[in-house]
């Protein structure tokens, strides 16, 4: 844009300098052919006869009136003067003031010649002491309503052509300003439609712009944007799908531990339960299904939290190996139950990191119900090694299972997410929440979070390194 607009004002210039060039050579060769053409028809005839009657006349065989006489029947002005002092003219204001032009180009010196000069024919001879010249009544064209010597005319002529050019210019300019604003606004005219589809919600037309200039970037960056906001139109509408069928599910997990309580309830209310052992076992299993509709609230409310952003993290330092071998000894009491173990690999040297201790126990739990749920092996192992890499504390989380199908893996913690595995899920852990839940206290420490197959599941968390904590 910047060249082209160079480039029109270049043109426009050089076209107003050729116009003015060329208007101010045909209005000098006019004014020269005008002037030319009106004095040559008499000039030869008359000058060469004024050149006769001066060479043979004489001073002493008459007066100056005389001699002045002759001329005018030839249509002619007489001077005469001694050096520089006049002794007799009948020039008028104006032949005397172009004689004195002439003086000064210093013609009067060789005067023995004819000379042509803004249409005036003037014979000179040397007759000593004396000058004399005569000088032919101008006979100027009608230039500009009005007969004027050549200079003149030729001042007049090239003021005009000096106007024309400059309307010339202007009309050019116009032109040019016209042209460029129409072309300016083309590409603002064509993003104000841009912009009133989107108003109206169609994101999918693509702005082809098929010019290199300023506006591309422009154009561009409205393309990224119109790509952005469908790309977050259709995240939103996956989104609220799946929200949809997160409502849906929790209502079926509520459901069923909810009629299992009340099942029990209404047994030992009717005195199904007569004896105090199954009473025991009844309000054993009421209070199971409980606490499984009480984790299940919780993982929502503590989701509610993190989409609100009031979700608090109070970081302090710590030991990572510490920390993880504190949880694998509580983690490792409830998995005996079922045969299960948890062990814990790595150096003992310090893996100091700042760390909110709440929140990352419930990552780590979050880990180990997607390992009873899912890993799908009897019994169940799991592996936590902790090591040092650089200036980042890592945690390696394995398990013994089947692992994840490889499309999956992408998905895994994304919210709302539920693969086929989920289908087989017991109680509250079909929500999709828990990987997502542990992505975001993650990241939220500054961290990193991956999931790859390797012999069972494997996730691996890394952390900044607490340097000052040491």
Known sequence: MKRSIFLYHTAAVLAALAALLAVNSLVTRWISRSYLEQGRAGMDQRSAQVQALLTRWEPAAGTWEDLDEELRALEYGLYVGVRDHQVYSSLDRGQTELLRRLASTGWLEDVATSVRNDGVMMVGVEKAPYTIIAMAQPEFPEIMGGRRPQSEATMLGLMVSGLASIVVIVLLSLAFTRFQVKRLLRPVEELTEAAQRVERGELSQPLNYGRQDEFTAVFTAFDHMQEHLLAERE??????????????????????????????????????????????????????KA?????????????????TGALPLFPEPADLGAFVRRFAAEAGRELAEGGGTVEVKGAPAPHPVRIDTEQMTRVLSNLTSNAVQYAGADPLRLTLTVWRERDRECLRFADNGQGAPEEQLPHLFERFWRGDQARRSRGCEGSGLGLYIVKYIIQAHGGTVTARNDHGLVFEITLPCDEEGL
């Open 235 to 288: 995240k939103n509408a996956a989104y609220e799908r799946a929200r949809t069928e997160l409502v849906a599910g929790i209502s079926h997990d509520l459901r069923t531990p909810l009629t299992s309580v009340k099942g029990y309830l209404k047994g030992l209310r009717d005195g199904v339960a007569n004896t105090p052992e199954k009473r025991r076992q009844y309000v054993d299993i009421a209070y199971r």
């Open 291 to 307: 606490c499984d509709m009480d984790v299940l609230l919780q993982r929502l409310f503590y989701f509610s939290k993190m989409e």
